[in-house]
C-alpha cells in the first residue's frame, strides 16, 4: 500500500507523466480533440478497405469487394496500356521489311527495345546475357557468322533454327569422322595440324602436307579448298582466329572425330513474328552485323 | 520511504472520518476532473490591430501572395523549342527554368543548395530576431491572416464574431458565415490553381483546366491543395503551429539570451492592475491588464507569461499595446521587441547595446557565404556540353576473326545549349584505335537537338598489330566530343580492354 501522489510539474502547474528523460519530464497533456478525431477517422477509413477490396477469406474463396478490383485484371490493363502507348509501332513493325525497319529510327529503336528485353528471355540462357556464347555456342558480337551477317540471314537463322525440326531449317551435318571410322587416327591428326596451318598458328610441317590431300578430299567440298567456310553450308571459316569449340590441336581433333554440329529451335510457333523481327535487329545490331 | 511508525501515524490522522466511521484510503482513479485524455479547441477570434506592424504585415502578405499568384505568368524567352515560363518545373521533359538557369536532374544539387541556403538563411534570422519567418512570412502565417481578412468583413470584428457564434442559426447568420466559406473555398481554388501552374506552361494549362482538358494529376494536385489551404488556412489555423509544425520546437535552439523577441517587458508591468484617472504611477507598473494584448492574439496566449512555444511572434500584440500605453499616457513599447539580457539589464537599471554580431550569427552568416560562394563557382563552371561513356561489361571485349579487338561504349551527349549543335567524336590516347558508331557513316557528324540528350553505340577497335604494344589488359583512354564550330572539346576517361582481368576459362 503506498500513498499516492501526483508529480506537478512546479513551472507550468501541469502534471506530469511521471516519464523521466535525462532529467526532462513529460508534461500531462491532454490531446487536442480533432486529433483524436482523426484518429477515428483513419480507423472508419480501413474499414472502407475491406468493403472495397477483396479481404476475408469464406469458405469457397474470398469477398470480391465493391470494386471487383484483382490484381491480375490489374496487370492485364497495364500491358493494355503499353500495348496502346505504342502507338501501333508493333503493327508498323510486322507491316515492313527488315530492310525497311533498319531507315527509320523510330521503329529501330522500338524493334531495339523489344529486341534486347526478348534476347535476356529466350536467347541469354545459350548465348549468354551479354550475346558473348560460350564453347559450342557462337558469340553474337563478331563479326564471323556461320550462316550469314546480313539482318536477313539472321532473321532466317532464328525464325527456321539451325538442326531443327522446321522443313526449311538450316541444316548441314559434318561427318563424325572419327566415331564412324571414316578416317584412321593418323589422318585425322594431320588434317588438323593442316587446318592449324590455315589460320597461321604453328604447326608440324610433314604433318601437315599430309593434312593437306586429306582436307582436299573430305573437307574442301564445305568449308573450301582456301578454308574460308561456306555461310551456305554452315560451314565455319578455318583461317580466322574465331574458334566455336577451340583452336587448340586437341579441340580440333575432337571436333573432326566427333563432327560436332549444334542445334537451335525454330522460333517461328514460339515467338511472335513481330518479336522474332526485333530480335533479328538487335543481333544485327551488337557490332557484327553485316 | 517513510518509517513504519511515521506511516501508522499518518494513517492514524485520516482513520476516522465521524468517530466510528473508518476512512478509507481509496482514490478515485477515474474522477472526472481527471479524464482529460483529450481537449477540445477553445476558438479564438483575434482582433483586428493598428500599427507599424500591422501595416508591416499587410505589405509582406501582399508582397509574397503577389509573388506566388503571378510569378508563373511571368515570361522569359529562352529562344525557341523551350518554354518560354521564367519558373517552370517542366516534370514531361525533366527540366527545372528559374529564369537564366536551367537544370537537368543530375545537377539537381543546386535546388538542394538553394534548399540549404534558405535553411542557414531561417536559422540566422531566428537566431537575430526570432521567429520573424513563423510570424511573418510563413504560408500558414500569410494565408491564415487572408483567410481572418475575409472572415472579418463578412462577420465583422472580434466582439461581432462572438456575439455572432452565440446567436441561433438563421438566414442572417446562415447568409455571414455561408458567405466567408465560400469566400475561403474561392481562394483556396486559387491558390491550388496557382500552384499547378508551376509544373505547366501556365497559359495553356489554364486554358485546358477550364476546358476540362487538363492531366489529371493537375486536377489532383489542384485539389489536395484547395483542400490544405481551405482546412489549414481557414479552420485549423493556430492549431497547425501548435501541434503539427516540428519547427517551434527546433527554434528553441537557435535562440539566446541576445536574440531580440516579442517580449512582455515585466520589469516595467508589473505589478499589474486597473488604474483609475488620477490614481499614481508610483509604486505599480505600466500594464493596465486591459488584455489588448490577448485580444489580438492569432495563437490565443498571454504574451506576459513569456516567450512561449504556441507564440509565433507576430508582433500584433506590440501594436495592440503601443494603442493603449497611447491612451493612458505611459511611454511605448511595454511590450516590443528586446532581448533577454537587455531586460535583466533594464531590470537592473542598466542598458545594454544589442548585440546583433557575436559567433552564432556570424556562424551562420559565414556558412551562408561559404555556400553562396560554393553555388556561384559551380553555377559559373557549368558546363553546356557534356559526355558520359559507359564502358560495356559484358561482354567487356570481343575477339574479331582478324584477331583485333573491339570494346562497346554506350555514349550519350548533352547539348545543353538552346540551340542544336553538331559534334564530333574521337578517341584520345589510343594509338591505331578505329572508332565506330551504330548507325552513323564513319566520320558523320553527330547532331543533337536543342537542350537535348543523344545516346549512341560506339565500338572502339584495335588492330592486332596494336594490341600487342598494349602491356596490360585494361589500358585507360579518353573519348572526346567537340561541338564542329567551335574550339575545344571534353573529355571523358574510360578504358578499353583485351584480356581478361582475371585468369578464366575463355580460349
Same mark, same amino acid.
Given at each position: 500500500m503506498t500513498v499516492q501522489k501526483h508529480d506537478v510539474d512546479a513551472v507550468t502547474g501541469t502534471e506530469t507523466t511521471g516519464h523521466e528523460w535525462d532529467g526532462v519530464k513529460e508534461l500531462n497533456k491532454p490531446l487536442p480533440r480533432w486529433w483524436l478525431l482523426t484518429f477515428y477517422a483513419t480507423i472508419i477509413w480501413a474499414i472502407g478497405y475491406w468493403l472495397v477490396y477483396p479481404a476475408f477469406p469464406t469458405l469457397a474463396g474470398h469477398t470480391q469487394g465493391i470494386l471487383g478490383y484483382s490484381q491480375r485484371a490489374s496487370v492485364a490493363n497495364e500491358l493494355k496500356a503499353v500495348r496502346t502507348a505504342q502507338g501501333g509501332l508493333r503493327e508498323l513493325l510486322a507491316a515492313r521489311s527488315l530492310d525497311q525497319i533498319k531507315r527509320e529510327p523510330d521503329l529501330l529503336r522500338f524493334a531495339m527495345a523489344g529486341g534486347a528485353a526478348a534476347f535476356q528471355t529466350n536467347c541469354a540462357p545459350c548465348h549468354g546475357r551479354g550475346a558473348q556464347g560460350f564453347v559450342g555456342y557462337p558469340n553474337l558480337n563478331d563479326d564471323d557468322w556461320l550462316w550469314g551477317g546480313t539482318i536477313e540471314d539472321i532473321h532466317k537463322t532464328i525464325n527456321n533454327?539451325?538442326?531443327?525440326?522446321?522443313?526449311?531449317?538450316?541444316a548441314t551435318q559434318m561427318p563424325r569422322y572419327g566415331l564412324d571410322k571414316l578416317l584412321e587416327d593418323r589422318q585425322i591428326t594431320d588434317a588438323a595440324e593442316y587446318v592449324l596451318s590455315l589460320s597461321g598458328k604453328s604447326a608440324d610441317a610433314a604433318s601437315a602436307s599430309r593434312g593437306q590431300s586429306v582436307f582436299a578430299d573430305q !573437307?574442301?567440298? !564445305?568449308?573450301?579448298f582456301d578454308g574460308k567456310g561456306n555461310q551456305d553450308q554452315g560451314a565455319p571459316n578455318l583461317t580466322d582466329d574465331i574458334w566455336l569449340y577451340g583452336g587448340s590441336k586437341q579441340a580440333i581433333v575432337e571436333s573432326i572425330r566427333t563432327g560436332r554440329g549444334g542445334m537451335m529451335p525454330a522460333w517461328v510457333g514460339r515467338l511472335d513474328p513481330v518479336t522474332i523481327k526485333s530480335l533479328a535487329v538487335y543481333v544485327h545490331s551488337l557490332g557484327g552485323g553485316k | 520511504m517513510m518509517h513504519l511508525d511515521q506511516y501508522i501515524m499518518a494513517i492514524d490522522k485520516a482513520a476516522e472520518a465521524f468517530p466510528g466511521v473508518e476512512r478509507l484510503d481509496a482514490r478515485a482513479v477515474n474522477r472526472k476532473s481527471d479524464r482529460a485524455l483529450y481537449a477540445g479547441r477553445e476558438k479564438i477570434y483575434p482582433k483586428l490591430a493598428h500599427g507599424r506592424f500591422r501595416t508591416l504585415k499587410w505589405l509582406v502578405m501582399a508582397v509574397t501572395l503577389a509573388i506566388y499568384y503571378a510569378l508563373p505568368w511571368l515570361r522569359w524567352q529562352r529562344g525557341p523549342d523551350l518554354p518560354d515560363q521564367a519558373v517552370l518545373l517542366d516534370m514531361a521533359h525533366n527540366r527545372f527554368f528559374f529564369f537564366f538557369l536551367e537544370i537537368w536532374p543530375q545537377e539537381f544539387y543546386f535546388v538542394t543548395g538553394l534548399l540549404v541556403l534558405a535553411a542557414l538563411a531561417l536559422f540566422l534570422v531566428t537566431s537575430a530576431a526570432g521567429r520573424v519567418w513563423c510570424g511573418y512570412t510563413c504560408p500558414q502565417t500569410v494565408w491564415t491572416d487572408l483567410m481572418i481578412l475575409v472572415e472579418r468583413f463578412w462577420q465583422g470584428d472580434r466582439n461581432a464574431r462572438i456575439r455572432l457564434d452565440k446567436e441561433r442559426w438563421g438566414p442572417v447568420k446562415l447568409l455571414k458565415k455561408g458567405m466567408t466559406h465560400v469566400s475561403w473555398l474561392a481562394i483556396a481554388l486559387m491558390t491550388g490553381g496557382a500552384f499547378v501552374f508551376y509544373f505547366r506552361d501556365a497559359p495553356t494549362l489554364a486554358d485546358e483546366l477550364v476546358a476540362g482538358t487538363a492531366p489529371v494529376i493537375a486536377y489532383l494536385f489542384l485539389g489536395i491543395f484547395m483542400l490544405t489551404t481551405y482546412v489549414l488556412?481557414?479552420?485549423a489555423r493556430e492549431q497547425l503551429c501548435i501541434y503539427m509544425c516540428p519547427w517551434p520546437r527546433i527554434q528553441g535552439a537557435m535562440v539566446d539570451h541576445e536574440t531580440l523577441l516579442v517580449s512582455y517587458k515585466a520589469y516595467r508591468g508589473e505589478p499589474r492592475g486597473p488604474h483609475k484617472k488620477g490614481q499614481s504611477w508610483e509604486g505599480r507598473g505600466d500594464c493596465v491588464d486591459c488584455k489588448a494584448c490577448v485580444a489580438v492574439c492569432p495563437t490565443g496566449i498571454d504574451i506576459r507569461d513569456g516567450s512561449q512555444l504556441e507564440c509565433i511572434q507576430c508582433a500584433l500584440c506590440i501594436d495592440a499595446c503601443n494603442d493603449i500605453m497611447a491612451k493612458v499616457g505611459r511611454p511605448r513599447g511595454l511590450i516590443g521587441y528586446a532581448t533577454i539580457a537587455k531586460q535583466e539589464a533594464a531590470a537592473g537599471g542598466k542598458r545594454l547595446p544589442l548585440r546583433l554580431v557575436r559567433a552564432r550569427t556570424l556562424l551562420y552568416a559565414g556558412l551562408i557565404c561559404a555556400v553562396c560562394a560554393i553555388m556561384l563557382a559551380a553555377l559559373a563552371n557549368r558546363s553546356t556540353l557534356e559526355i558520359n561513356v559507359l564502358h560495356d561489361r559484358n561482354p567487356a571485349y570481343v575477339l574479331l576473326s582478324d584477331g583485333s579487338i573491339r570494346n562497346g561504349y554506350t555514349v550519350k551527349i548533352l547539348n545543353k545549349r538552346h540551340e542544336p549543335r553538331e559534334f564530333e567524336l574521337e578517341v584520345a590516347g589510343l594509338a591505331g584505335a578505329q572508332l565506330a558508331i551504330l548507325g552513323m557513316e564513319p566520320h558523320a557528324r553527330i547532331r543533337v537537338a536543342t537542350d537535348d540528350l543523344r545516346e549512341l553505340r560506339v565500338f572502339v577497335t584495335l588492330p592486332r598489330a596494336e594490341l600487342?604494344?598494349?602491356?596490360?589488359?585494361v589500358t585507360p583512354f579518353a573519348l572526346m566530343v567537340r561541338d564542329v564550330e567551335a574550339g575545344p572539346g571534353t573529355l571523358r576517361a574510360t578504358r578499353f580492354q583485351k584480356a581478361p582481368t582475371e585468369p578464366g576459362r575463355i580460349p
Open positions: 533454327g539451325v538442326r531443327s525440326d522446321h522443313k526449311d531449317t538450316r !573437307c574442301a567440298s !564445305c568449308h573450301g | 488556412g481557414g479552420i600487342a604494344r598494349l602491356t596490360q589488359s
